[in-house]
């Protein structure tokens, strides 16, 4: 089982910052099947970037996702009022997994 | 436009089952898999395992091997999940979404379905 370490625990930013989440794993993700979700109280997760950096239909452009391997990075260029969720990274690949979350909050 | 619509809340006993729907509609159901993850109170995603629609091939996750069973009716473009032997660790929102078998994202969601398991 691939584990996804994901950091930092919680992120406090104004709006209009940016803002940059890790996503460690355990061993390599197979051809970069790495996802991000944003999930906001009470609602489903929403997938933002699969394939470790396309955007999912309708996301802004200032998501975007980078990385390879075992290491993986989530960017918000700039914050806006709606970004602040809590994010997860997920590698989809045969038996998937998903890492504990990032929290980016209000400062 | 893709919709998954998922069986309302639930409350059961300590040691009964459960058993949660997950309605799709809007794309063709036997062309993606469906995944089961849930989320305890205050925690994080937890995948459950997937099936693919079209032929019923299983995945589960490890943990939970031999208490799931994942089914799909596609006369009616519905999954099934069932989970036996429930105990309170078991209180969860459930999420259906499509994708999972053959590297395929997540790319849609179900409401969500909260399950209480309360003596």
């Known amino acids: 089982e691939i584990l996804l370490t994901q950091s930092p625990g919680t992120l406090s930013l104004s709006p209009g910052e940016r803002a940059t989440l890790s996503c460690r794993a355990s061993q390599s993700v197979s051809s970069g099947y790495l996802a991000w979700y944003q999930q906001k109280p009470g609602q489903a997760p929403r997938l933002l970037i699969y394939?470790?950096?396309s955007r999912a239909t309708g996301i802004p452009d200032r998501f975007s996702g980078s990385g390879s391997a075992t290491d993986f990075t989530l960017t918000i260029s700039r914050l806006e009022p709606e970004d602040f969720a809590v994010y997860y990274c997920?590698?989809?690949?045969?038996?998937?997994?998903f890492g504990p979350g990032t929290k980016v909050d209000i400062k | 436009q893709v919709q998954l619509v998922q069986s309302g809340d639930e409350v059961k006993k300590p040691g009964a089952s459960m058993k949660v729907s997950c309605n799709a509609s809007g794309y063709t159901f036997t062309s993606y898999a469906i995944s089961w993850v849930r989320q305890a109170p205050g925690q994080g995603l937890e995948w459950m395992g997937w099936i693919t629609a079209y032929n019923g091939n299983t995945n589960y996750a490890q943990k939970l091997q031999g208490r799931v069973s994942m089914t799909t009716d596609t006369s009616t473009s519905t999954a099934y999940m069932e989970l036996t032997s429930l105990t309170s660790d078991d209180t969860a929102v459930y999420y259906c979404a499509r994708g999972g078998s053959g590297w395929q994202k997540f790319d849609y969601w179900g409401q969500g379905t909260l399950v209480t398991v309360s003596s």
């Open positions: 394939g470790t950096s």
């Open positions: 997920q590698q989809y690949g045969h038996s998937p997994t």
